[in-house]
């Protein structure tokens, strides 16, 4: 059974920093593309940040660009997504997925297993 459990997020005020966790087990994320998504209430699940199977490239949003760095410890089986000057319209639950495509994919649709999320609330 695959499980991707996330951690990490919490309450900062504008301008914080936070570093989100996902924690695989049963599959080894060395073998997917992964991606941090997040779905603020009343809106659509959204792409943030993707990393490809191989962890050599890396992609974002516009909006986080330059301020949200994903990366993996594939010793740890585990993906990161470090967010640096955050802004109130940062605030949303916050999920980690990942799929056996090679390449990111901006769709969630793209992505076989999910974390549960977790909450990151930026206040001004």
């Known amino acids: 059974q695959v499980q991707l459990v996330e951690s990490g997020g919490g309450l900062v005020r504008a301008g914080g920093s936070l570093r989100l966790s996902c924690a695989a087990s049963?599959?080894?994320?060395?073998?997917?593309?992964v991606g941090w998504f997040r779905q603020a209430p009343g809106k659509e699940r959204e792409f943030v940040a993707g990393?490809?199977?191989?962890?050599?490239?890396?992609f974002y949003t516009d909006s986080v660009k330059g301020r949200f760095t994903i990366s993996r410890d594939n010793a740890k089986n585990t993906v990161y997504l470090q967010m640096n000057k955050l802004k109130p319209e940062d605030t949303a639950v916050y999920y980690c997925?990942?799929?056996?495509?090679?390449?990111?994919?901006?769709?969630?649709?793209?992505?076989?297993?999910w974390g549960q999320g977790t909450q990151v609330t930026v206040s001004s």
């Open positions: 049963g599959r080894t994320l060395s073998s997917d593309a």
């Open positions: 997925a990942s799929g056996r495509n090679y390449y990111v994919d901006y769709d969630p649709r793209g992505y076989e297993y």
């Open positions: 990393n490809i199977r191989s962890g050599s490239r890396s």
